[in-house]
């Protein structure tokens, strides 16, 4: 069975450079945050992995994407795997590529978000 991301997705605009992409149909109601920049965008986490987030995030922008992940509970890194660039800390990065080998690979891999960092967008 597959989900329409039409019927999965619900995307609010916040302003005209930053959306939440929610997925009200399931239970938790996950929310992800897509912050549109000059150069790339930055989504906050990336849902269930039931709907395509990538597609998603398509219907907003084209930019290139740095996925920027809060922590790796299932509900927050199931479409990671849509993604070439994942950020995440290193004490979660085990999991977050553990994620990533259970799906198919269309991403370079993890890389882990050292202490501090700024992202210019």
Known sequence: MSVSNKDWF????IDSRTFVISE?????????????????????DTGL?????????RSV???????ITTHTHWDHIGGHALFDTI???????????????KKIHHGSGVHELAAGISIKM
């Open 87 to 101: 950020l995440v800390h290193p004490g979660d990065a085990a999991l977050a590529k553990l994620g990533r080998e």
């Open 49 to 57: 992995g039931i709907g395509n987030m990538w597609e998603a995030v």
């Open 10 to 13: 619900k995307i609010s605009e």
């Open 61 to 67: 922008s084209d930019n290139p994407v740095k996925v």
């Open 24 to 44: 009200p149909a399931h239970w938790e109601r996950p929310n992800c945050y897509l912050f549109i920049g000059d150069e790339y965008s930055a989504l906050i």
